[in-house]
């Protein structure tokens, strides 16, 4: 009967697999990452980007599957020594895109017709969170499975590295 379990067991553990996003990719990214750290870029085709609230006012976000929509996620990381408990730095970028859109040329406050959000995290107290991008422009164009876009931006609400992105 041990047999039997063990054998049972050793069966399922490698049946079992984890499921794989294949809605996520890379691109190359052709604007400058500032030389202290890594930026990247993912593409999430069929995901939507939904912007909530917490009950302190603060936001946040959550990427759900929806057909129709790319979630688009650049992020800088600044390399930090490893010893330092509080030195970390990192910066996001994400809007949404519907996936029929084959160009866009938006400034400003059109930008969140896209939900273009900033999200500055680090241990400098008062200054990080998740921002709307109300001043800016974004150039977009796609082509079968490519996307091409050159973003500028400005956050009023907190200091930050990145201000031009360009994939």
């Known amino acids: 009967m041990k047999k039997i379990i063990a054998l049972f067991l050793f ?3 490698f049946s079992c697999t984890a499921q794989k996003n294949m809605s996520t990719t890379m691109s190359k ?8 750290g890594a930026c990247e870029v993912e593409i999430l085709k069929n995901k939507q980007l939904l912007l909530l609230h917490d009950d302190l006012g ?14 688009i996620h650049f992020q800088y990381n600044k390399t930090t020594e490893a010893n330092l408990q509080d030195g970390h730095y990192r910066e996001d970028i994400l809007f949404e895109v519907k996936n029929s859109d084959k160009s866009l040329n938006l400034t400003d406050s059109e930008l969140q017709q896209t939900n273009l959000i900033f999200g500055r995290h680090c241990f400098c107290k008062g200054q990080t969170g998740y921002f709307k991008i ?20 400005e956050n009023e609400k907190v200091p930050q590295l ?4 360009s994939i």
């Open 11 to 13: 069966g399922l553990l």
């Open 29 to 36: 990214i052709t604007s400058e990452c500032p030389k202290d």
């Open 58 to 71: 603060g936001m946040y976000y959550d990427i759900k599957d929806h057909d129709g929509t790319t979630v």
């Open 134 to 153: 109300k001043k800016g422009r974004l150039n977009l164009f796609s082509k079968k499975d490519e996307i091409h876009f050159d973003l500028s931006f």
């Open 162 to 165: 990145i201000r031009f992105i």
